[in-house]
């Protein structure tokens, strides 16, 4: 027998009745049915991002939405500051670049959030800035970036975007698009929105559209513009991923019977317990300052690699985590809290690392994680 656990900060769990209602035979994408299916997905997706304004929906998995947001708002050699405080700025940093503009970077330690400081230093210095680029939450080092006090800076700048991946933030905690002044915010399927991957998502401002009428770079599938268009007629321009949005269709519901304040303090209980736990058996958090209520970023015990820990989830007890990515590799492993988890997935997550630690030889007192997370959890 093998069961399986996906506890990893995307792809995350996915419940059952979202696989059952995917599992239905395939709508087609022109017929009334699936008209009206996307209509109230586009109106709902807006509860979520916290937005009036349309959120569009490419088939396509996070990352495409990224592109988008770069392809469609501005011209070649535009200048644009980059917050690099991991795998996931380092993208924008490279998506920049490959559509030709021209990148200002901030670049962060890894495991440390921006200090607006450093942002309003570049625009202080820089007042031809055409967009920030930054993460809500980067998910290789478990930091969440201070959003609202960065956004703060640009509100009021006609000629300058504030564009946000939100893809493991949005749905986890609080980051209001429209109030705050996010221009563009992407987030992707595989996250809090509790599906397989394969849909993204980017909220579009009244801004942001002026910007796209002088675009000049070259964009096809990923065109926000006509996607928009197409939306707004219950449409997309290509076949879309039917059965993800009948599934999406169904987690919105989810959602929206929570209630975003909800979701927030869920999120937010399951990090704490996390965080508390790992410190109980005496592992140190790699983004202790700012921490991330989407997945949190460990340090391995000196002398274990992170990939080790990794390794004995899966093939000792099938439990999917993550490992860290490029320099964090080895140093590093992520436990998720991310989307569809509740008390209990933590506390086999924390069960399992005790287990693994074991195993790996390091010296503590079994039970310690779990006896912190059920404290936290059982109140
Ligand atoms: C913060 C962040 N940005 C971008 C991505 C890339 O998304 P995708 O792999 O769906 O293209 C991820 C995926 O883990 C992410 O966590």
Redesign the pocket.
């Known amino acids: 027998m093998e069961k399986w656990r996906l506890l990893a900060?995307?792809p995350t769990p996915v419940p059952e009745e979202v696989l059952s209602v995917m599992s239905l035979p395939v709508i087609h994408h022109r017929a009334p049915k699936f008209k009206e299916i996307l209509t109230k997905v586009a109106e709902d997706l807006k509860y979520v991002f916290q937005t009036k304004n349309d959120v569009v929906i490419f088939s396509?998995?996070?990352?495409?939405a990224?592109e988008a947001a770069v392809a469609n708002c501005f011209c070649k050699g535009d200048k644009v500051l980059v917050v690099r405080a991991?795998?996931?700025g380092e993208?924008w940093g490279e998506l920049v670049s490959v559509y030709g503009l021209n990148p200002i970077f901030v670049d962060v330690e890894w495991g440390k959030a921006v200090e607006v400081a450093q942002v309003k230093n570049e625009l202080d210095k820089n007042s031809d800035l055409k967009g920030i680029f930054i993460?809500?939450?980067?998910?290789?080092t478990g930091v969440k970036h201070p959003i609202k006090d960065i956004a703060a800076l640009v509100k009021k700048n006609d000629n300058c975007l504030m564009i946000v991946?939100?893809?493991?933030?949005v749905g986890v905690f609080s980051v209001e698009t429209d109030n705050w002044g996010i221009d563009i915010h992407?987030s992707?399927?595989?996250?809090a929105f509790m599906l397989p991957?394969g849909l993204?998502f980017a909220s579009v401002s009244e801004k942001a559209l002026k910007f796209m009428e002088k675009s000049d770079l070259p964009k096809y599938y990923f065109d926000l513009k006509k996607e928009r268009k197409n939306l707004l007629k219950g449409q997309n321009a290509y076949t879309p991923a039917v059965s993800l949005v009948v599934g999406l269709s169904k987690v919105l519901d989810m959602l929206k019977e929570e209630g975003l304040e909800n979701i927030w303090k869920r999120h937010s209980l399951l990090s704490y317990a996390t965080r508390e736990a790992v410190k109980a058996i005496g592992l140190k958090l790699y983004a202790p300052d700012s921490p991330s209520e989407?997945?949190t970023a460990v340090y391995a015990p000196e002398g274990i690699d992170g990939q080790d820990i990794v390794k004995i989830f899966r093939t000792n007890f099938k439990i999917t985590i993550a490992g860290g990515q490029d320099r964090a590799k080895g140093k590093i492993f992520r436990l998720s809290h991310i989307g569809f988890f509740d008390k209990f997935d933590i506390i086999t997550s924390i069960a399992a690392l005790e287990m693994a630690l074991k195993k790996l030889g390091y010296k503590f007192e079994l039970g310690k994680g779990v006896s912190k997370a059920l404290e936290i959890l059982s109140e």
Do not use: H, L, N
């Open positions: 900060p995307g396509a998995s996070g990352t495409g990224m991991g795998k996931f993208r993460q809500s939450s980067e998910t290789s991946d939100g893809i493991t933030g992407v992707g399927s595989q996250k991957p993204a989407s997945v």
